[in-house]
């Protein structure tokens, strides 16, 4: 793929290196799956139009997931969605599955996901934004901040508020795993939480 801003690029090379990312990402911000398509191809769309707005001040990726960010929160207010669709989120918990799963039943391991899922859904949108790019999509700390238009002090002050309260709401259904490493572990780049 050629430079944005020359004109040469190939709609189908952004979609091929980042659309299975972006997809999940749209869809784990709560635009149904049937509709994530379009929207995703809308981001297409809009990264192509845009293309002379690309100034590589940052990364490609973390442009794209940005226009990906501002058509999923527009699909979802044109659609009178409220924030967050309380759907277990697959992806969000399987981010976070224990190390163990293999010893441990597939029943147990699907219902560990679904809680994780549903309590990373559950969280304010600026929270469940960065831990799904940081640990779903596994976007370096600066990417994130970019995303998201915040310095990368911000982005770690949301991750660590997000599994403080991921820790809390789990705690419950698995006190004796309150502290799993998923969940108290490293921030992306090895950043220290804040």
Do not use: C
């Not at 749209?26 to 293309?51: F, H, K, M, S, T």
């Not at 207010?77 to 597939?106: I, K, T």
């Not at 990373?120 to 600066?142: H, K, Q, S």
């Not at 995303?147 to 705690?171: D, E, F, I, Y």
Request: positive net charge; hydrophobic residues 45%; aromatic residues 6%.
């Amino acid at each position: 793929m050629k430079s944005l801003n020359t004109g040469v690029v190939d709609i189908a090379d952004l979609a091929r290196s980042h659309g299975t990312d972006l997809y999940r990402f749209i869809v784990n911000l709560g635009v149904p799956e049937e509709q994530a398509g379009d929207v995703l191809q809308e981001v297409l769309v809009a990264a192509w139009r845009g293309r002379q707005g690309f100034t590589g001040a940052g990364t490609l990726r973390g442009w794209l997931f940005g226009i990906a960010r501002r058509q999923a929160l527009q699909f979802l207010r044109s659609n009178n969605r409220r924030f967050p669709q309380r759907q277990p989120a697959a992806d969000a918990g399987a981010a976070f599955a224990d190390v163990e799963d293999g010893a441990r039943p597939l029943d147990v391991q699907v219902a560990d996901r679904d809680a994780v899922g549903g309590a990373v859904v559950a969280l304010p949108l600026d929270l469940r934004e960065a831990v799904i790019l940081a640990f779903v999509v596994g976007m370096p700390l600066a990417e994130v901040a970019q995303v998201q238009g915040v310095p990368v002090g911000t982005v770690k002050s949301r991750l660590h508020t997000a599994r403080q309260r991921l820790k809390a709401v789990l705690a419950d259904s698995y006190p004796e795993r309150a502290s799993a490493r998923g969940l108290g572990g490293r921030l992306p780049d090895g950043a220290a939480s804040s």
